[in-house]
């Protein structure tokens, strides 16, 4: 049910796809949050992920016990108010776009290659869902990112002092290395999605699909997250680089972690974290990031299908 497709054109409406969207976002971002703190923890480190008395975090096991020792469990949860709020924002204007976008492309645009129009639609949607979520992505790096002392004990206030402190746009700081990354990474996650799942039509032997054929629970988490994994290597400097330039201005509280250094822009932050960390450090925290993209997207995909499919069949959000 992932974009629009002839042969199983269902009653779903375009704000039942967001809200299945919004849902999927918000039940995936419960199951993935800890992979996300640690994912952020090991980006805004500037010392090697390696074993050594001066690195604050060496690897996931290492990190996830430091973690639960001096802060406790609650940590592996840090800023997760603005992420549900990120995902939920998100989740809706990303498949909501999308949905969109395939069926307005199919009935009024002649386009040579499936693949290319869900990259096409697939970045657009991202944009769609940065340019709405990104202030929550904002606030949550700086909720994860900061020790003890907290400087921001919550939400409202984070947005509050950045605001009162930075400006209104600091809400958006890190918006050009986010939109870098997630235009092709939707694009490829999208585009790879719908082609793994093709595959998998093939791999149960059907080769005819209509209106009544849904891909098993398992086969939308297996495509999912391939997907995710694609998707996700392929961008990964420009996630780094967003969560660095996204903590700017917010030294203090990066202290009790180690070194923090300043960027001007997105090109000073790559060029510098190559020169002084070597070319490894833009895929500081990849392997946390991979696992996450994996359970993520797998997720992501597989609870949006089920609930479009829990919409078709109760008749909620009919189309009019």
Known sequence: MVGYD????TTLSNLGHGFAGSLSGILTRFVSQPLDVLKIRFQLQHEPLIPHSKNYYWNMRQAGFRILREESYRALWKGHLPAQCLSAVYGLAQFR?????TKYIHLNVTVSGKPVTDFLCGGLSGAM???ASMPFDTVRTRLVGQGEPKIYKGMVQAVTLMVKQEGIFSLYKGLTPSLLQIVPQTGVQ???FRLFTSFYWILLGKDKISKETKLPLVGNLICGSLA????KVVVYPLDLTKKRLQVQGFE???LHFGRVTKYSGLFHCLRRTVTEEGFRAIYKGLLPSMLKAMV???LTFMFYEEICYIFIQ???FKQK
Not at 97 to 101: D, G, H, L, R
Not at 228 to 231: C, P, W
């Open 296 to 298: 993520t997207t797998g």
């Open 252 to 254: 203090e509280a990066r």
């Open 97 to 101: 776009t999308f949905e969109f976008c």
């Open 190 to 192: 999208f585009a790879s």
């Open 129 to 131: 869902g940065t340019l």
């Open 6 to 9: 002839a042969r199983k054109e």
């Open 228 to 231: 995710g994994l694609v998707a």
């Open 314 to 316: 109760t008749g909620l």
